[in-house]
Each structure stands twice: as structure tokens, then as C-alpha cells.
């Protein structure tokens, strides 16, 4: 997805104090990003996006467009061939305490989840059990629900292969521990509103329920 910015007669009237702002001229300094996802959060929208200079891509975005910050100062480094997979527009996530979740690819790495925390101005990183040495290999959507985690992905040139292709979390995104009864690689994870404790992910060669939010036993509907 990469950012085209349009403005109408009336906008353009507009007092300066209302103008939206353009998002071209707000993400100048980020020139060539690349972005794959756009997520809204209770108080502002989060624009995710590849390395520019070094840095994956990511902005604040408030007050309708009128306020759009860069907050790729801090995240980590990217590290070689790192980046984010847009699909499915799902590899960033909002918790719900406002942190924004992203997850990357795993080209040269391990891919990672990043928490990045608007209150404190601070990211915090961790590994994913998840496939990676290759550029078709990392982690492609992440979804949430309260202390919840789950992240899936795999290798999208094996799609059948069930190895690295999803994991969970319980500690809000500290650990990880692979997942087990999904069949292959998936490209997008969700928690529907109004189903307590379930997630649905979703892949080119089938889809699976966990029911109970956990993904540590067999057909996704997992079990102690």
C-alpha cells in the first residue's frame, strides 16, 4: 500500500487550523516506504510499513488526519532483508491498552513481534517461533485479545507445510510457544467481536477456530 493523497475544493478552503494534513508531506522523511498495514486503535490509527534508511516505518496518525507523527525513532534497527508481509493488512495490531503490535518478516532472522508502547515511547522486541531463512518465510498477521497473543504465518511457497506457521502467547506477547493443529502456512489471524476467547486464522489451503484462546492442541480448538 503505498500513500496517495488527494484534497477536495472544501477541504482545501479549509482554515489552516482544520486542514487535514496531507499524508505525502507527512511522511516525506519516509521516502519509498513501502506500507502494509493501517490499523486504528481507541486513540489514534497506526500506519506499519518496510525500511526506510534502516528503520521499519511506522506513524501516529490522530484527529482524523490532522496529526501525523513518525515513531520509526522507536523501534529497533532493522535487521538484513527485514520487513513486513501485506497481504492481509493484518501485521500490525492494536492491544487493548493502546500498545501497537507488529510483526515481520524472517528473510535473514527469526521474525519478530515489536510492542511498541505510545505512552512510554518505548518498543519491546520478541523472537517468533515462527519459519524464517528464506524471504517467502515470517510472520504475516497477529491478533489480540486481552493478555492474548496469537501471530501465524509460515512459508506462503509451501503452503502446506504445518512447520513455524503459528504460535500464542499468554503474557501479552512476552513468550511464545508454537502452535499446534494448524495445517499449513496462514495468512491472517482475527479475534471476532463477541466471541470470547476465540480466534480464526486463514490461509490459501484451509481455515481453523480456537475456541477456547489457546492454539496448544489439535485442530486449533485447543485443550489441556
Known sequence: MRIIARSSPSTRRASSSRRLASPRACCAARTGAFF??????????WLFGDPVDGRLSLFEI?????????????LPLARAGEGAFAASSSCAAVADDGAVLLVTTGTSYPPRLL????????????LLPLAADAP???????????????????DYREPGSSVG?????????????????????????????GYPGCFVTMGPEGAEVSIDDRLDGGAFACRD
Open 36 to 45: 502494509d498495514a493501517l490499523v486504528s486503535g481507541p486513540q489514534s490509527s
Open 62 to 74: 490522530r484527529g482524523l488526519g490532522r496529526s501525523v507523527v513518525s515513531r520509526a525513532q522507536y
Open 115 to 126: 510492542r511498541f508502547d505510545p505512552a512510554r515511547l518505548a518498543t519491546r522486541e520478541t
Open 136 to 154: 517467502s518465510r515470517g510472520a504475516f498477521s497477529v491478533a489480540t485479545r486481552g493478555d492474548v497473543v496469537v501471530v501465524v504465518g509460515g
Open 165 to 193: 506457521c503459528a504460535a500464542f502467547s499468554r503474557d501479552g506477547g512476552v513468550s511464545f510457544t508454537p502452535a499446534r493443529g494448524v495445517s499449513g502456512f496462514r495468512s491472517a489471524v482475527d479475534a471476532p467481536p
